[in-house]
């Protein structure tokens, strides 16, 4: 039987209020949303209400956990050891999450927009694509049918 690999970071990610991120929930932050949208986005991830002067817990922080998915293992050990001391300032650390999250997801914006343009090209890739997945389903759907003994 085949078993879900799945890592366990990455099982469940937060969302603005600290549920499991789900459009449902409105609580996600979409990939090709304006940067004013992606800034009141961000800015709406709730925290504790802990000072500046008070050392943060990283494990318990929904802001840290989205961030955390942008990071590279040293980047994340910077952040988590800034959230160990005291003078960590949610604000700024939303405002570099923004920059972050902006700059990772630019060439995937690009890309979309170029797409945009070229609804016509679009078309085609997807209508080769289907003629491509019918030509390869079509012996396994021919043997289902058959061994259940329906023809089409």
């Known amino acids: ?37 992606l800034k009141k986005r961000v800015m709406a991830i709730v925290t504790d209400a802990k000072g500046v002067d008070e050392v943060k817990d990283p494990t318990t922080c929904n802001l840290f956990a989205i961030y955390r998915l942008f990071l590279s293992e040293e980047a994340e050990a910077e952040l988590t050891a800034r959230y160990l001391k005291p003078g960590l300032k949610y604000g700024d650390t939303k405002k570099e999450l923004i920059e972050t999250i902006w700059n990772y997801f630019a060439p995937y914006r690009e890309v ?41």
């Not at 879900?4 to 949303?33: C, E, H, R, V």
């Open 1 to 37: 039987m085949p078993k879900a690999a799945i890592d366990a970071n990455l099982a469940t990610i937060p969302g603005l209020d600290g549920q499991k991120m789900s459009k449902s929930y409105n609580n996600a932050i979409n990939i090709f949303i304006s940067k004013e949208e």
């Open 112 to 152: 979309r927009a170029d797409l945009a343009k070229r609804p016509d090209y679009v078309r085609d890739v997807m209508r080769a694509g289907a003629q491509k997945a019918r030509a390869t389903a079509r012996p396994t759907m021919d043997a289902v049918w058959s061994k259940v003994g329906l023809k089409y």
